[in-house]
Nanobody
Framework: QVQLVESGGDLVQAGGSLRLSCAAS????????MAWYRQAPGKQRELVAR???????NYADSVKGRFTISRDTAKNSVYLQMNSLKPEDTAVYYC?????????WGQGTQVTVSS
């Protein structure tokens, strides 16, 4: 089974930037899309950004214009560039591989934005 490992989470001030990385241990068979989700304590996990294997992307309204998802197929990696961070972006961010068969999830990386 392919493992997903997130990195890049940190404590930053509002207005700052972070780049999250998700590295897969190998090629993901049956891949449909890669996505980033986030979850804050007491809240539902929400979709932040998604990138299909066909090249399309979509974003939550709350992050449009600030976040960018990208993929590097050669490195089996997906990234989330986060700019103009706000305190409400504080959450654990999870990488997810949507595929034919069971989906893969990473362990999550903490992003904390102070005001």
């Amino acid at each position: 089974q392919v493992q997903l490992v997130e990195s890049g989470g940190d404590l930053v001030q509002a207005g700052g930037s972070l780049r999250l990385s998700c590295a897969a241990s190998g090629v993901i068979s049956g891949l449909i899309a890669m996505a980033w989700y986030r979850q804050a304590p007491g809240k539902q996990r929400e979709l932040v950004a998604r990138a299909t294997t066909g090249g399309s992307t979509n974003y939550a309204d709350s992050v449009k214009g600030r976040f960018t998802i990208s993929r590097d197929t050669a490195k089996n990696s997906v990234y989330l560039q986060m700019n103009s961070l706000k305190p409400e972006d504080t959450a654990v961010y999870y990488c997810m591989a949507s595929r034919v068969g069971p989906d893969y999830w990473g362990q999550g990386t903490q992003v904390t934005v102070s005001s």
